[in-house]
């Protein structure tokens, strides 16, 4: 079992066992077996409000007991709070499985996770680079004057 704190304070308790994936394909029609073939994994990574409503689903028991609605939940979903709930989840649905597809599934996370921070790297060095700041330096000299033209002044203010 793996935890995760919501943004209103709230430890909740990821367990992904048949009962867990049974709710999940009843309330959302998604499988989570389906991770085995790596598709699924991306899914939750790149869509965030399927990945909450899929982590609600799940803890939807615990949910009820503490009389969180799927809209509270949700709205306590945000930033930090969905990088820990996704490490929780995935984390869980690995350990789910028989010790060879637990293998493979813990191989195509760490690559997803590799290329994640390849991706957020490559990123980071396109904004930093100095040719960015050329072409945006280049299209604000584009401009017609008075709108930001040579000088890069903002018009003065009406008020």
């Known amino acids: 079992m793996k935890t995760f704190n919501d943004n209103a304070g709230r430890t909740w308790t990821v367990t992904v066992n048949v009962d867990a994936i049974k709710r999940v394909k009843s309330l959302l029609s998604v499988n989570l077996m389906d991770a085995v073939e790596g598709k699924l994994l991306e899914r939750l990574v790149s869509d965030p409000v399927l990945l909450c409503d899929v982590i609600y689903a799940v803890c939807k028991s615990e949910a009820d007991a503490k009389g969180v609605t ?87 203010s009406s008020a």
């Open 70 to 156: 799927d809209e509270d939940f949700g709205r306590a979903m945000a930033g930090d709070a969905i990088d820990l709930a996704t490490t929780a989840l995935l984390e869980e649905l690995v350990d789910f499985f028989p010790l060879a597809r637990r293998r493979l599934l813990r191989k195509a996370l760490e690559k997803l996770r590799k290329l994640e921070s390849m991706a957020m790297s490559a990123a980071e060095d396109r904004l930093d680079s100095p040719e960015l700041e050329r072409q945006m330096q280049d299209a604000l000299n584009s401009l017609p004057s008075g709108i930001g033209g040579s000088s890069g002044s903002l018009p003065g």
